[in-house]
């Protein structure tokens, strides 16, 4: 690296620990229908969760992002998903209060350094947070969580990098949650669980915001 190389701006990390230290549990939605994205995030709004992160793995993601934006401005919004600096511009025109990668390329990176919105970036391995490291970077999405080794891997993570934290998602569960947010090195977890398909499909909103309040009194921030 030369000695010109831009790190991440220690305001960055402060960003996002705002946003991660705010809730112990970001739910990981997925909107595949433009009506259901208001009454979604109201749903968890209810059960006690604010912070969200919609993907865009579906064509109506933007504009679901969009209205909650509207509809609920006291949620703290995060796209996920992002796969390229195209699309992570597309969410900075959108406003949105962080963005998140479930795998992180150095363009994805460096772009992130630039950024008035502030990148939580996926990782999976030690290689991969040194990676990130190196630019400065010490807040990681540890996806996908439970594949990867789970508590146990991040718990290792934690000997050569104690400062890295970590919000770790990818098979997280109301039960092993307390597993991953019992360690020093975890800030809060993601996941879909309060939010599965088949309810979003349903319209079961009363039983997301239970699944939600749940979550949330079990592990309350
Ligand atoms: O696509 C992304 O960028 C992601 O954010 C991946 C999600 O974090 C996981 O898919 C959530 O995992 P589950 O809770 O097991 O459903």
Request: charged share 20%; proline share 7%.
């Amino acid at each position: 690296m030369s000695s010109t190389t831009r790190l991440l701006p220690q305001a960055q990390i402060d960003r996002l620990d705002a946003i991660c230290r705010a809730t112990s549990i970001i739910p990981v939605l997925v909107i595949e229908r433009l009506d259901h994205a208001v009454p979604l995030a109201q749903a968890l709004v209810d059960g006690g969760l604010d912070v969200l992160e919609i993907t865009l793995r579906t064509d109506c993601a933007v504009e679901a992002m969009q209205r909650i934006r509207e509809a609920l401005p006291e949620v703290t919004l995060g796209a996920g998903t992002v796969l390229g600096v195209e699309q992570y511009r597309i969410c900075e025109e959108l406003g949105v209060d962080f963005v998140v990668t479930p795998g992180t390329t150095p363009a994805l990176f460096e772009h992130g350094i630039a950024s008035e919105v502030p990148l939580l970036p996926g990782v999976a391995t030690v290689s991969e947070v040194v990676t990130g490291w190196e630019r400065g970077y010490r807040r990681f999405k540890f996806f996908p969580a439970e594949a990867n080794g789970g508590a146990k891997a991040l718990k290792s993570f934690g000997g050569p990098l104690p400062e890295a934290l970590f919000c770790p998602t990818g098979g997280v569960t109301v039960d092993n949650a307390a597993d991953y947010l019992a360690l020093p090195n975890v800030m809060c977890v993601g996941g879909s669980w309060m939010a599965p398909k088949a309810l979003v499909d349903q319209e079961a909103w009363a039983e997301i915001t239970r699944l939600t309040r749940e979550a949330t009194q079990r592990y309350p921030r």
